[in-house]
Structure formats: C-alpha cells, structure tokens
C-alpha cells in the first residue's frame, strides 16, 4: 500500500479529496488551489483544450505519480500487511458515529465468481474514464467499499486493539469526518484476518464504476498477453466493512431532472393520478420552509411502508407528496425481470413508475439528464431555482434490501445507494508494481 510520508501528517487536510464521482467543477479548481501536492492531480486532473493522445488527463496523472514516488511525497509500505481506516462523522439524525475496516487487495473476478456481488446498475461513460486512469497510472487511487459477514465480530475483534494506539494519519475533511489510518502488519493477524475474510461473499457497497472498471483492466491486460511480476491487473484495492457494522450508513440518493424538452408538470401528474394520491403542500412568500418540513416529516414515517416521495417541480409554489395507492396496481408497469421481492422497493418505484411511465424517461436515456444528491435541500433548491425540471426526493435504500439484490444477481437502478460518509482519496493508494 501507499500512501503520503509522514512529513505531511499536519497538511493531509489540504492533500485528500472525496471520491472523483462526487466532486463538481468547483470543487475541482479549489483542490487544485488549496495544494501543489492535493491528489486532485490524480484522480480528477483538468482537461484542455490542446489536450493530445501522449499529453492529456491520464498521461500527466500517471507522470506526476512517478514523480511523486521518486521524491518520497507518496512512500509504499513494503511489509505485506492490511491497512485499517477508521472514520467519525456526524449522522444526519444528530451524535457521532464511527465506521471502521480494512483495506485490502481483493482478487478481480467476474460478478458471482469469487463471490463478488454487486446491487446497482453503472454507467459507461464514468467506466470509460477509470479505464483510461487505470491504464495511464497502474494505480487503484480510491478504495472501493464493500461489506462482508461478521455477525459474530471475529474479524474487527482481530484489529479492535489496534484502533487505541497512535493512527500514522489522521484528519479532518470539509464536511467534518475525521479520517484516521493504521498499518497492520503482525503475520499472525493478518494471516487469521485473511483467512476469516477469504471464503465470504463480498458486497459491493459503493464503488461500482471501479470494480468495473478493474475487470475491464484486467481483461485488456489478458488480452494484450502482457506479463507483469507483480500481478497488479489480478487485484483491486477495497475497504471491508462489517454488514452488520452499527457505524454503516445509506442515506437517499434523491434524483434531479433536467434537459425535458417535453416536460409538463400536468401532464405528469395526470399520468401518476391513477396510482397515487397526491397532497399538495403549498407555500407563499417564497419560503417553503415549513411545507419542506411537512413533507420530510410524513415521508420518514413512511422508512419502513415504502410508496412515499416527495416532488419538487420548476417554478411552482407547491410541494408534493406522492403516496403508491397499491402495490400490485403498478405491478405491470415494471420490467418483467425484475424479482417480486424487489418491486415494492422505493428505488425501483422510482425507477419503474415515476421516471419510466411518468416522465417518460427510459432506462438508457438517463445518463445525462438525472443528478443525484444526498442532501434534501440540494434537490429543492436546484427545482425551485429552476436549475432542473423536477427533483424526487426518496428514503433511503436498507441494507437487507441492497444484500437482497445482490444475492438475487438482480441490478437496482442507478445510485441506489449513497453510502456515508464517503472514503477520502489520498489517504490509501494501490501502485502496482
């Protein structure tokens, strides 16, 4: 593993980012500013417009890499061993929670070969992206988050000791996480640690696009007959979090329309009529502060019912609240090959009936014109600024429901899941070789 010389322990807060999928274009150029050595150069570099096959994104990505490693700035630790990253943050609800696991490399296999499963649908265009990084770099930048089974704690309580002593990295992100890394390096431990994990099926929790993409690199690498003495096509970098881990949060991944050049606000609420009930929440003055409440309120009632949204429509006064009449009602607006057990989840509601029959928006039209956020204010604001056509907002998808789909090798819809708080890059790298 890799990772920053200790030298820049006091600065890690000015090095590390989020993952490359969630960082806007501002974020971006701030990254850039707040540090000649911030990993942005790596995972995200800036693109312009005399950009060239041999000069471009990749190429000064894997150039500053090599530079950074011959000049101590990112230092490899050569003893075989795991790394253990623990997170705190704050939980939406209010109080702190910590989330810790190990991060590893995981042999790359085929989805259900190896045991990997994953839960949600992807994207070819990021996948595109990540391969080329791949290619340029020979690096996994940011671990991929995954679960596995450990009802009975025999894995963490392997490393529980190690979280009391002295992180070699700790810090604090922009949204107040405090990130801290250990190295566990006793053969003994790490040879039980791998032997508890080696035969447990592998959940992807977020980091889809990458997984992906490692299978994709892998199978070049095949392919081409290439040869490496490391073998670091076979292998991806993860971070193996307990399921039943009380720290694990999801929250919703609300979804924001835009670029409708047909999208009329009565006529999609003509065609959801006959399989919802509607409520309007009006508000005045601007100020939908208390419908917004309203809204949220009655929407977490229903976590644990399903068939509950809230709508956010350009230019309107009103907030919505879309309430399923009846389960079976919607049952022939779905995909035939989606599994019983998974069509009265919220996502595939969303999905099948309010974006599909709804709007109209079918499932290889989506890439583009659907963004998502985590955060309930996002999605209204950008609506009622009129930056997108409508935002849905949803409860979050659970854990049961997510394994459930995996192990049904079922794909909900696209960002089913939004898994927080989110691992830093920076602070784990997997350079090959």
């Known amino acids: 593993m890799v990772h920053y010389a200790r030298e820049f322990e006091g600065e890690l807060d000015r090095l590390i980012t989020p993952p490359y999928d969630v960082i806007s274009p501002e974020e971006q150029e701030y990254f850039y500013q707040t540090h000649p050595l911030n990993i942005i150069r790596l995972v995200l570099g800036k693109q312009y417009h005399d950009d060239s096959n041999g000069n471009n994104r990749y190429t000064r990505a894997a150039s500053i890499l090599g530079q950074w490693l011959e000049r101590g700035v990112l230092v490899r630790e050569e003893t075989p061993g795991f790394m253990i990253y623990q997170m705190e943050f704050e939980r939406a609800e209010g109080g702190r929670a910590i989330i810790d696991g190990i991060v590893a490399l995981v042999k790359v296999a085929d989805y259900g070969q190896g045991k990997v499963l994953p839960h949600e649908k992807t994207y070819k265009g990021p996948k595109e992206d990540q391969l080329k990084l791949i290619l340029a770099c020979r690096a996994n930048l940011t671990p991929i988050h995954a679960l596995f089974d450990d009802d009975k704690n025999q894995v963490t309580d392997l490393y529980s000791s190690l979280l009391h002593r002295r992180p070699i990295h700790e810090t604090l992100d922009s949204d107040g996480t405090v990130h801290r890394v250990w190295i566990l390096e006793d053969k003994k431990t790490v040879s039980r640690v791998a032997g508890l994990i080696k035969d447990k099926s592998i959940f992807i929790a977020d980091g889809h696009h990458r997984y992906e993409t490692s299978r994709a690199y892998k199978d070049e690498i095949t392919a081409a007959g290439l040869s490496f003495p490391d073998q670091g096509h076979e292998y991806v970098m993860m971070y193996l979090t307990a399921m039943n881990h009380p720290g694990l949060t999801i929250l919703p991944a609300h979804r924001m329309v835009k670029g409708r050049k047909d999208f009329d606000l009565n006529i999609t609420l003509r065609a959801l009529e006959p399989y919802f009930h509607i409520e309007q929440l009006c508000f005045s003055n601007g100020d939908p502060g208390e419908s917004a409440q309203i809204m949220m309120d009655r929407l977490r009632s229903y976590s644990e019912v399903g068939g509950k949204f809230g709508m956010v429509a350009q230019g309107d006064n009103c907030l919505r609240l879309l309430r399923l009449k009846d389960f079976q009602a919607v049952d022939t607006l779905m995909d035939p090959d989606i599994p019983s057990t998974l069509r009265e989840l919220d996502v595939t509601i969303l999905r099948e009936v309010i974006l599909g029959h709804g709007l ?70 997997n350079v090959f070789g």
């Open 360 to 429: 109209g928006i079918q499932k290889n039209d989506s890439e583009g014109s659907i963004e998502y956020t985590p955060l309930v204010s996002e999605a209204m604001n950008k609506a009622l600024k009129g930056e997108v056509q409508v935002s849905f907002i949803l409860n979050p998808t659970r854990v049961d429901q997510m394994r459930a789909a995996a192990e049904l090798g079922h794909k909900l819809p696209h960002k089913s899941t939004y898994f927080y708080p989110k691992l830093s890059s920076g602070l784990v790298l």
